[in-house]
């Protein structure tokens, strides 16, 4: 089983930037797609940034454009840049596989004034 372990979430006022970090427990190059999800209070997990192996990289229309997913200088992480954030992309955020496998902590982002 694969094992991936969030951080780097906190408290950000909206219009500010998160960096997220993902320790895999194997090399991310063993992964054809992996991806970042979310969940916010009440709703459905859901992919909002995926990246394959051959280097392309897709995003949900709600995070489109300020949103970056790359894979980490060490070759078991993954990262996930996040700007220009709003309230509404206040959700636990989780890295896994695309499908998903087993699921880690998640780390916790809450977007408020």
């Known amino acids: 089983q694969v094992q991936f372990v969030e951080t780097g979430g906190g408290l950000v006022q909206p219009g500010g930037s998160l960096r997220l970090s993902c320790i895999v427990s194997r090399s991310v190059d063993t992964i054809w797609t992996v991806g970042w999800y979310r969940q916010g209070l009440g709703k459905q997990r859901e992919l909002v940034a995926s990246?394959?192996?051959?280097?392309?990289?897709d995003y949900g229309d709600s995070v489109k454009g300020r949103f970056t997913i790359s894979r980490g200088s060490a070759e078991n992480t993954l990262h996930l840049q996040m700007d220009t954030l709003k309230p509404e992309d206040t959700a636990t955020y989780y890295c896994?596989?695309?499908?998903?496998?087993?699921w880690g902590q998640g780390t916790q982002v809450t977007v408020s004034s």
């Open positions: 990246l394959n192996l051959n280097g392309r990289a």
């Open positions: 896994n596989s695309v499908p998903a496998g087993t």
